[in-house]
């Protein structure tokens, strides 16, 4: 199995800053890479797909980077309601596997 | 537009089984793969597996072979996941995912989730 290292696990910056979580995969999965947002009590939402793929109505703040094991999201400017944890998800297709990262808390400080 | 509308909050005791259902609507039902992913209190997420509304195959998770059953009603586009010989460990939201047809991998809708508390 495929094992994701995302860090860090919490993070605090303030709004306006450059915010970056990385994640890092056990063996090459290509660009098999997505990240989501999730908010207290919701369920997560898609931001990108694909390692560098935006989702459509996604803000163009977000980005996504990388490919082979090491990947990188990155908000370019940090903004209130992106309080959240965010999680990288890997993919294989044959046969079906799903592993997720651990998550980073990202607070405003 | 795409929805998925998840069954209520369940409680049950160690050892009983427990059925979630996810029905689905705003698109042809058939055409997409569904996944279960689940998350227990204050940690991450957890893959389950995935059904193929189509045909009715699956492919599970090796962690939880054995235990879990997820079948489809292609009549009400309704999805279920089933969970046995539950534990406390099973607490957990347990969400129904979409795929797409050229991204069947990437979790582009969610139901709202299903909080299954399991104890005695």
């Known amino acids: 199995d495929i094992q994701m290292t995302q860090s860090p696990s919490s993070l605090s910056a303030s709004v306006g800053d450059r915010v970056t979580i990385t994640c890092q995969a056990s063996q090459d999965i290509s660009n098999y890479l997505n990240w989501y947002q999730q908010k207290p009590g919701k369920a997560p939402k898609l931001l990108i797909y694909d390692a560098s793929n935006l989702e459509t109505g996604v803000p163009s703040r977000f980005s996504g980077s990388g490919s082979g094991t090491d990947f990188t999201f990155t908000i370019s400017s940090l903004q209130p309601e992106d309080i959240a944890t965010y999680y990288c998800?890997?993919?294989?297709?044959?046969?079906?596997?799903?592993?997720f990262g651990q998550g980073t808390r990202l607070e405003i400080k | 537009q795409v929805q998925l509308v998840q069954s209520g909050a369940e409680v049950k005791k160690p050892g009983a089984s427990v059925k979630v259902s996810c029905k689905a609507s705003g698109y042809t039902f058939t055409s997409y793969y569904m996944h279960w992913v689940r998350q227990a209190p204050g940690q991450g997420l957890e893959w389950m597996g995935i059904?193929?509304?189509?045909?009715?195959?699956?492919s599970y998770a090796q962690k939880f072979q054995g235990r879990v059953t997820m079948t489809r009603d292609t009549s009400t586009s309704t999805v279920y996941m089933e969970l046995s010989s539950l534990r406390s460990e099973d607490t957990a939201v347990y969400y129904c995912a979409r795929g797409d047809v050229d991204t069947a991998m990437v979790f582009w809708y969610w139901g709202q989730g299903t909080l299954v508390t399991v104890s005695s």
């Open positions: 998800q890997q993919y294989d297709n044959l046969p079906p596997e799903v592993t």
């Open positions: 059904i193929n509304p189509s045909g009715g195959s699956t």
